[in-house]
């Protein structure tokens, strides 16, 4: 191979009839400007921009009761019966930021349905598990999960900023009597330490952001000096309830630790706003990469379009979809639920209509503990010995014989 010095390029492009013509380097990437954010709502209007900005202020002014959200939106008779009779079970808590995505007339916006209680909640169905995915029947010590041969998830707080109402860790999530202790961390830690075919830990939560970035830190460089562990992935939801939680500071600490995986969980395209994008931008920028994990929710996100549309946005963002859950069998979210048919017909929409790179999977969380099973469009016809014949995405017909 010869070299290709900086010069030869040039005779490169001549050979291949290329020369450089006038045209307009691009000075200013204007794909942020796609985003907007919707005007702040009337209550904080007059709060500086220094404030409103600051996630510290954000959790501060969570909204936790209906007499602050009747000042924001105008709440339902319904909703306002759904709160007095659920709050005791799993609290309410909106930040300011992610309240002002929701649309105050429309009792059916897709930000509210993931953030105001309602009556759906109240009724648990005997099919309803308080353990769905049995993730305590495979917890070795408190705190650990380790169901898969060479990854944990490791629990390490039960706080978020916005309780989201179709959360799978109902039981345990906004219950302060719960939440991990530093004696749990350090026996999770040393279970990691301990089992050396552990590589990859999920540190979930709660929200693992919902710890100070010294006790991340912390977590971090514990792992880090673990010589068996190669990945870690932060499981946050911050990005779309607290994008302001992203610092530089944040992102300069989180870069020390590469490589790092931040899984998010956006469910609309309401949620890809300025605020999110800057805060993807920060931690894609600081080197980490950035995954995302649907939950199909029934009046939210169950159609393809709305997918589709999510998904392009994430791809602009960085973010590349993941994985779209079926709603698991937590009690009380029954009313999220859809048909299975929903998801695989939205990736039968997908793959084949759009960049792959926008086609997640579409996986159950097999209840009682047998872990993610993805589900797909049939595209085998027929198979018969050596012949294979396969669909593709428009249903044309095509036969592979393997030689
Ligand atoms: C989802 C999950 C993981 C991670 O699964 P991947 O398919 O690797 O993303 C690990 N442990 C548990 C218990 C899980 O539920
Ligand atoms: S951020 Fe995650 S853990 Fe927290 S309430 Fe929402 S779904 Fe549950």
Redesign the pocket.
């Known amino acids: 191979m010869m070299m290709v010095q900086c010069a030869d390029l040039h005779l490169l492009d001549n050979l291949a009839g290329w020369t450089p013509m006038s045209f307009n380097i691009v000075t200013k990437n204007t794909v942020r400007d796609r985003f907007k954010s919707p005007p702040r709502p009337a209550i904080w209007k007059d709060v500086e921009d220094k404030d409103w900005n600051s996630w510290v202020w954000q959790q501060q002014k969570r909204i936790k009761s209906m007499d602050v959200l009747e000042k924001v939106i105008n709440v339902t008779q319904e909703e306002r019966d759904a709160f007095a009779q659920s709050h005791e079970m799993f609290n309410m808590g909106i930040t300011p930021y992610y309240a002002s995505l929701i649309d105050p007339n429309d009792p059916n916006c897709p930000i509210r349905l993931q953030s105001v209680p309602k009556k759906g909640e109240l009724n648990i169905l005997p099919s309803d598990l308080e353990d769905p ?1 049995g ?1 305590e029947r ?1 917890m070795p010590v408190p705190g650990i ?4 041969p060479d ?3 490791f629990y390490t707080t039960h706080n978020c900023p916005v309780y989201c109402r179709h959360c799978t860790r109902k039981r345990k999530v906004s219950d302060p009597s719960s939440s991990a202790a530093n004696k749990q961390l350090e026996e999770g830690l040393a279970y990691i330490e301990a089992h050396k075919e552990v590589r ?1 830990v ?1 540190i979930s939560g709660g929200d693992p952001l919902s710890n100070s970035d010294d006790r991340l830190e912390y977590i971090l460089s514990r792992l880090r000096a673990m010589d068996h562990i190669e990945v870690f ?1 932060i499981g946050t939801r911050n990005l779309v309830t607290l994008p302001q939680r992203i610092t530089d500071a944040f992102a300069a600490m989180v870069s020390k630790y590469h490589p790092v995986f931040v ?1 998010t969980h956006f469910n609309h395209p309401k949620e890809c706003t300025q605020e999110a994008f800057d805060a993807c931008a920060k931690l894609a920028n600081a080197g980490c990469v950035l995954h995302n994990q649907m939950v199909l929710l029934k009046g939210v996100n169950d159609n393809p379009k709305t997918v589709m549309e999510l998904n392009h946005k994430l791809l602009m963002m960085r973010v590349r979809p ?2 779209i859950y079926q709603c698991d069998l937590s009690q009380g979210i029954s009313h999220f639920r859809t048909p299975v048919e929903v998801g695989i017909d939205i990736i039968e929409h997908l793959r084949g209509w759009t960049s792959g790179m926008a086609v997640p999977h579409f ?1 159950i ?1 097999a209840p009682g503990g047998g ?2 099973i993805p589900l797909l469009p049939q595209y085998v016809v027929k198979h018969e010995g050596k012949k294979w014949t396969l669909r593709n995405y428009k249903g044309l017909q095509f036969d592979y014989i393997e030689p």
């Open positions: 995915l993730e495979d999960t380790h169901r898969y990854r944990v998830l990859d999920v992935r899984h993941y994985y996986v969380d872990g993610k």
